[in-house]
């Protein structure tokens, strides 16, 4: 089992660029999620899909769209990245919705010039 | 109050020493907590559960006191690799349901 697996690793961008992150889990969990983690600011909840054919906005939803492609598949796309987009961006998946425990992937480290 | 709070630390401790870390919460009604540790530029990975009844694992101890709204997680004889960052989740008090999460607590272990 890979556990969760995202692409790219790293990445940088110019303004206005646009881009799209993937994330893939082979645990057949129900629910996945993005996250951005900033220094100081801790993981704040950009979307998440509770369950296939369904995605909801978090906490900071602004700049970004998502995509349940399957079960397996949630995807983060920056329309027109900008500066305050460059964070480290982490997808996780959970079996359940709720309270469930969540399994990170290994994150995306973006920086947006 | 805010939902979920941690001291940022750092906690500086030598080896072999006793650290506790406690994260206080907003909503009384949680009935799931958890404890995540993150290693410098790495992705968070679940260290404990901890229930009403609490949770031991080896050198780790997760209690909740419900009373005071607060989860603790006590490490014993600390190594050198326990140095990370460990962060809290809780169920939020409203919105959309699913964990809120600490900023973290930093956590150094000297020789």
């Known amino acids: 089992n890979a556990g969760v697996t995202q692409t790219p690793k790293f990445q940088v961008l110019k303004t206005g660029q646009s881009m799209t992150l993937q994330c893939a889990q082979d645990m057949n969990h129900n629910s996945m999620y993005w996250y951005r983690q900033d220094p100081g600011m801790g993981l704040r909840l950009i979307y998440y899909s509770a369950s296939e054919g369904t995605t909801d906005k978090g906490e900071v939803p602004n700049g970004y769209n998502v995509s349940r492609l399957n079960k397996r598949e949630f995807s983060l796309r920056l329309e027109s990245a900008a500066p305050s987009q460059t964070s480290v961006y982490f997808c996780?998946?959970?079996?359940?919705?709720?309270?469930?425990?969540?399994?990170f992937g290994p994150g995306t480290r973006l920086t947006v010039l | 109050r805010k939902e979920v709070e941690q001291d940022p630390g750092p906690f500086n401790v030598p080896e072999g020493a006793t650290v506790a870390f406690n994260c206080t919460y907003s909503n009384s009604a949680s009935q799931s907590f958890f404890w995540y540790r993150q290693d410098c530029r790495k992705e968070p990975k679940l260290l404990m559960s901890v229930y009403s009844s609490g949770n031991e694992d080896g050198r780790f101890t997760a209690q909740l006191n419900r009373a005071s709204q607060y989860i603790s997680l006590l490490i014993r004889d600390s190594k050198l690799s326990d140095s990370a960052t460990y962060l809290c989740a809780v169920p939020p008090n409203s919105g959309y349901s699913t964990l809120t999460f600490g900023k973290g607590t930093m956590l150094l272990v000297s020789p």
């Open positions: 996780a998946s959970s079996e359940g919705w709720g309270p469930d425990t969540q399994y």
